[in-house]
C-alpha cells in the first residue's frame, strides 16, 4: 500500500477513459478492512453451516468409497483420519476461544 494517487477506468457520458483517482492511507485501508470483514463473515458463516451439519448427522457415507459410514469421531481431530477436519477443529478452539 502507498499513498500514490490510484487510476481506475470510468464510463462518463459514454466515453470510456482512464481518470485518475486519490485515494488516501486511510481511505485504502477501510476498504481492506471492509474486504476483510465480509470474507471473516463469509467464513463464519460457512463454519456454522459444518458445524450444524456435524451435529446432526452421524457421519459421511461413502466417504472411503467402499460404501461405509465414516464416523464423525474419525474424521476430527484425534481420529483415524483426523487430516480431514483437524483444521475445522482448530478453527473452531480458535472462535471459543476469541
Excluded at 477506468?9 to 474486504?35: C, K, M, P, R, S
Aim: include cysteine; aromatic fraction near 8%.
Amino acid at each position: 500500500m502507498s499513498n500514490t494517487p490510484r487510476c481506475a477506468n470510468v464510463h462518463w457520458y459514454g466515453v470510456a477513459g482512464t481518470a485518475t483517482v486519490e485515494v488516501t492511507f486511510a481511505q485504502q485501508l477501510e476498504i481492506e478492512l471492509d474486504a476483510v470483514t465480509a470474507e471473516r463473515d463469509a467464513l463464519r458463516i460457512a463454519h456454522d453451516a459444518v458445524l450444524a451439519l456435524i451435529n446432526d448427522s452421524r457421519g459421511v457415507v461413502g466417504l472411503h468409497l467402499n460404501g461405509d459410514e465414516a464416523p464423525w469421531e474419525e474424521l476430527r481431530t484425534g481420529g483415524r483420519f483426523d487430516e480431514w477436519l483437524s483444521p475445522f477443529d482448530d478453527a473452531l478452539r480458535s472462535k471459543e476461544e476469541s
